[in-house]
């Protein structure tokens, strides 16, 4: 059996150009790394016309170690409706080399639905994440620089919000000193590192609608706090000039292919679990400007990425979704039922039904935003007929139209019924896409409207440190941003070893922190890690090119 690697290093990509062509790209509206991958010019996105394209989200039910496939779906459902006539476009996610050399893996699909160049989107690709890196970087540097040269706007070094960015796992570096080694070194303070994927300039670079709009977001930064508890900005320490300067090319969505040959814009990273867990605003704008269907896809299951798709990244785009796919394995049911993790390929039935509670809760949340979902079940080849036959009766009995996906094994011949399923969702129309709360509610009134609606909580507890953060956000005028809450993915309560559906639960806010750039503020609910550590045994440690040039162990 091929691994992912081998499949799309035999695969035969076309030139850059003729994917361009594909959507109505000139090669002057591209910027070439190479043959296979570009850049599109912001400008040929800004002049033209908003498109008539029809926005697709793929999400998920709630995560489980045997895995549910979204971007695989994505990917064969973008190939699957082009075999059946549609002019679509893919809009994901770039990979963060922290997950890629971690334990989790890349963002570029699996087996037959693969978005490629896989190698070189996984490993660097056009230097985007490295762009922010640097960005967030400079902020650090200035920061720490303007203690050391006197501290004129007075910034109290206890009540620094901001930290320090690398795009890798490394758990030693989030608690750090810095400033250590005498005057000529710095001001010392505690200090840490997130990975790049969390850091607010990658979730302010994936929602800026312009440079301009870019600096201004860079701008409104809130790095900490002054003595007289009043909030320090970025633009105080003048460097979201130089920030957008860093920015200027890696703004521009990239533009790559399928194995199919479908185009494919991967654009921005982040994380769904701390931030909005979408790709930029920039590429989704794209592919409805050259597309006919838009397949985009959101972080984790439907109570984060999909939630964070809605209520952030289509308030603040003016984005109008269309249809939403809720992807689904017989594994991860087995899993949400009670099923034995070790025998997982065992045939389980009984196990398969209950799980089935936390399917209807994903497509009540997705029902709750206006929009009636289709369910993929991502097949495996051990899935067995009665399994497959149990989601599609509890899919009758819940009134969804449901297809079978199978990209994986079989590309976008696999995915083909989907595809029609999806049109079918489209062409019905009576999508009202409408988000969870009013902007304008209190920040309390947002956190409990997501918690009951969204998640099935019966309420919402506060810390002493989330009510006093609340009340200081509040009076720096934050109050009227959606909310983006980060808990873990693993399950639909703020506890990841409840699965399935729980109920009678309730969810702690430990403290909400500011993303003012992105227009957003972060809710903490449990234990969050904003810096993976790696595992005992690294992906790194399987990965290597060999002496003639092609890559083994990348997946």
């Not at 695969?11 to 599109?40: D, F, M």
């Not at 984060?304 to 984005?319: D, H, M, V």
């Not at 009984?350 to 009540?364: F, I, K, S, T, W």
Request: with cysteine; aromatic share 4%; proline share 5%.
């Amino acid at each position: 059996m091929l691994t992912d690697v081998q499949i799309a290093e035999a695969a035969t990509p076309r030139p850059i150009k003729e994917i361009g062509e594909k959507i109505g790209l000139g090669i002057e509206e591209l910027v070439p790394y190479g043959h296979y991958k570009a850049k599109v010019s912001p400008e040929s996105i800004f002049g033209r016309e908003p498109g008539s394209g029809r926005l697709v989200l793929v999400t998920g039910i709630t995560p489980t170690a045997a895995g549910e496939g979204k971007t695989t779906v994505s990917v064969g459902l973008a190939d699957g409706l082009r075999r059946v006539g549609a002019n679509s476009v893919l809009c994901i996610r770039e990979p963060s080399l922290g997950p890629v050399f971690g334990v989790k893996g890349g963002a570029a699909g699996g087996g037959y639905s693969q978005v490629i160049p896989m190698a070189d989107i996984n490993l660097h690709f056009t230097g985007d994440l490295h762009a922010i890196t640097s960005a967030h970087a400079l902020l650090s540097a200035a920061l720490d620089n303007h203690l050391q040269q006197g501290n004129g706007l007075g910034i109290d070094p206890r009540q620094i919000t901001w930290r320090r960015a690398v795009d890798m796992n490394d758990r030693a570096l989030r608690n750090i000193v810095v400033g250590l080694g005498g005057r000529i070194n710095g001001v010392p303070r505690e200090d840490g590192f997130m990975i790049t994927a969390a850091s607010e300039v990658m979730a302010i670079f994936c929602l800026a609608a312009s440079l301009e709009d870019l600096e201004e977001r860079l701008s409104s930064i809130i790095v900490g706090y002054d003595y007289g508890g009043e909030p320090v900005r970025a633009r105080e320490l003048k460097v979201a000039g130089a920030m957008t300067l860093l920015l200027r090319e890696a703004i521009g969505p990239n533009l790559v292919q399928t194995l199919e040959g479908t185009p494919a814009f991967v654009h921005g990273g982040p994380f769904a679990n701390i931030a909005h867990g979408c790709n930029s605003l920039m590429a989704t704008r794209a592919g409805l400007a050259f597309g006919d269907v838009v397949i985009t896809e959101a972080g984790f299951g439907s109570d984060l990425g999909a939630e964070k798709f809605f209520n952030i990244k289509c308030r603040i785009g003016g984005l109008n979704p269309e249809a939403t796919v809720l992807v689904a394995t017989i594994r991860a049911l087995k899993l949400h039922g009670g099923g034995d993790r070790t025998a997982l390929s065992t045939p389980d039935p009984d196990a398969v039904r209950g799980g089935l509670a936390n399917l209807g809760a994903h497509v009540e949340n997705i029902r709750g935003f206006g929009i009636e979902p289709v369910v993929a079940i991502n097949v495996f080849g051990t899935d067995s007929d009665e399994e497959i036959e149990a989601v599609a009766e509890a899919c009758e009995e819940l009134g969804v139209p449901w297809a079978r996906s199978d990209g994986h094994a079989q590309g976008g011949a696999g995915c083909e019924d989907l595809a029609r399923a999806v049109l079918a969702a489209l062409d019905e129309g009576g999508a009202a896409f409408k988000p969870k709360y009013d902007a304008g509610a209190s920040m309390r009134d947002k956190i409990e409207a997501i918690a009951r609606k969204v998640y099935g909580a019966g309420g919402v507890d506060y810390t002493a440190r989330a009510s006093k953060d609340i009340g200081q956000l509040e009076a720096a005028g934050l109050g009227n941003t959606p909310v983006c809450i980060a808990k873990t993915p693993n399950s639909l309560s703020d506890d990841p070893a409840r699965l399935g559906r729980p109920t009678g639960f309730r969810i702690t806010v430990q403290d909400v922190r500011p993303s003012a750039g992105a227009g957003f503020v972060v809710a903490r609910a449990g234990t969050v890690m904003t810096m993976p550590g790696l595992p005992r045994v690294p992906a790194a440690e399987g990965i290597r090119i060999v002496e003639d040039g092609s890559v083994v162990g990348l997946f």
